[in-house]
């Protein structure tokens, strides 16, 4: 049953009702400026930093090197990543 605060309108019955839908599948498009993933040690997936220069990458690898794993993905400039120089 939906939670009782929840309110029942033509398109959500007491037997049909449905609160929550599926996340978008949509890729996610990158921001101009210089990239970063950063994970646990071991973990399989981690999370994107993104700074606007190249100093302050380098600024953030020192700063997460030492608890994480840094890797360093490179430039991104619209919407795709550019090659190292």
């Known amino acids: 049953f939906p939670d009782r605060n929840h309110p029942v309108t ?3 019955s ?3 009702c ?6 978008a599948t949509k890729e996610v498009k990158l921001r101009s400026g210089f990239y970063i993933e ?18 302050e990458i380098q600024r953030a690898i020192k700063q997460y090197e030492n608890a994480y794993s ?7 400039r619209k919407g795709k990543v550019q090659p190292a120089k």
Do not use: S, W
């Not at 449905?18 to 996340?23: G, H, S, T, V, W």
């Not at 950063?38 to 100093?55: E, F, H, L």
């Open 14 to 16: 007491l037997f049909n």
């Open 70 to 76: 840094v890797h360093y993905i490179g430039e991104v």
């Open 38 to 55: 950063v994970r646990q040690k071991g973990a399989p997936k981690g999370i994107k930093i993104r700074r606007d220069t190249y100093a």
């Open 10 to 12: 033509p398109k959500c």
């Open 18 to 23: 449905k609160i929550m839908a599926r996340p």
